[in-house]
């Protein structure tokens, strides 16, 4: 890419966020999730323009008061927000995205409502969105698109005559065909991705079942013989087009989170946490508020564990945090409250004058508190019914310094894939194995530990997320994709660093 290509960002929210004060003014914060946090250091380094809605509800179009305000917020590279109103937030985000699509993609077809004016209004928003890309695009650009939320986007940039290239990576996880299927709208879905030149996937998995959804659901499509379809990239044939289907494991920028883990104040922080329990051996839960998250099954699982095992009764203290998230969803609100009554039932069944089992906190904590647990707690305890990747698996072990700590992983979470061979992996589903994972972390042998950690510590920093990036860039640029790496090798040619 030359210095006239810039990359266009476009992901449903804008790495900040506006709010509308009582007087009227607006204020500007920094953006939380996955995407956000992955996507930061990038354009820190390479300057480009990011297109997404900045999470205020608006009727009308944005008031040209507030574009200095995002744009000092962003500092160094380009934004440009795309405004939501009230219908378009409840029949779109809330509606097709976090209704249908959310639920579909991760296995949870009962939760899925599908409401013929949540797809007339996801075709909508996304049209808005392939708008305001139209407007801002120049022809050498680099259009990457995010996420399951925008889906139609680069399917409208076609019909607008765009020709720029353009990609699609996708954070969830991609369903099996027979999921996938019931959607009613699973043609238009489908036709839509293979109008990208590139789509990215977490997981082999993950591209070998979009693979197999083609080829019941479009048919009329080869799949490069050359390229063997559980590779890291293959091409698929449709007439004249191609379009590239890759596996590219999101990472985080473990050199930041690394050097935070060694800052004095979440020094200082793990300390004063560690004051009043010097030997409490600590469990850490980090997790959205998602039903995907499988938070209510570790719960469970920690009160079986309490229960089968007293001798670790005061020596054992469960920190769960979630995140808010979406509760305007009734599915949302429905799990707070069930992870509020089990806590209640567990500290009600065990807790003493000086003993609090599970310690909760529903908010969201600022970085370095966040980054103090992760260097100070033994256990991170990630269960995910299912998940694209999960980040916080790869930002505890790229913050646990001393090596000690132990990773408890759902067999369901992307991070699985790459973590298996050191990570405690668990079905969630399985509360018995849970309960049996917890002992054996509690009591593995310090060398072990060491050895496990270091392993983990070594694929993040590895493949970190530049690595990231700079494979998603090569696999959509690279001419002879037959000499492509696999998505296990480390790519040398770096575009960002
Ligand atoms: C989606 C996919 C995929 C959490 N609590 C706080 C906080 N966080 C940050 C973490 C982490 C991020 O939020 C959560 O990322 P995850 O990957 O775990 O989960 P999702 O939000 O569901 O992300 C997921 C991801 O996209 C990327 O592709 O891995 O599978 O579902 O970065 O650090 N940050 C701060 N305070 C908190 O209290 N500052």
Redesign the pocket.
Known sequence: MDKKSHIIIVSNRLPLILKKTEGGKIEVGKG???????MAPVLKNRKGTWIGWPGYVQESDIDDNMLPAIQTAASGYSVKPVMLNSNEVKNYYEGFSNSIIWPLFHDFTDKCIFLPEYWKSYQEVNKKFALTIYQDANDLDFIWVH?YQLILVGAQLRKMHIRNPIGF?L???FPPFDTFARCPWRFELLSAMLEYDIIGF?TIQNKRNFIRCVKKIIQDVQIDKKIKSNASVSELRLGNRKVRIGVFP?S?DYNEFFLKAWDSDVYKRAKEMRKNAPDMKIILG???L?Y??GIPEKLIAFKQFLTCFPEFHKKSHFIQ?V?P?RREISAYADLKLQIEQLVGEINGMFATGDWLPVQY?F?????N??ISLYRTCEIAF?A?LK?????????YCACNIDEKGVLILSEF???AQQFHQDAILVNPHDIEGMTKAIYKAFNMPLEERNQRMRNLREIVKNKDVFWWLNSFLNAAIEKDLSSFPQADEYLPFNLLK
Not at 363 to 367: C, F, G, K, P, V
């Open positions: 939380a999730g996955g995407l956000v946090t992955a996420d990576f954070h969830t996880p977490h999101i985080i980090v997790d959205r998602d995907t998250k945090l995140i998230s906190m908010r969201t904590l600022d970085r508190e966040l990630i995910p998940d694209g990747m999960n980040l916080v698996a790869k930002e979470a992307g991070a």
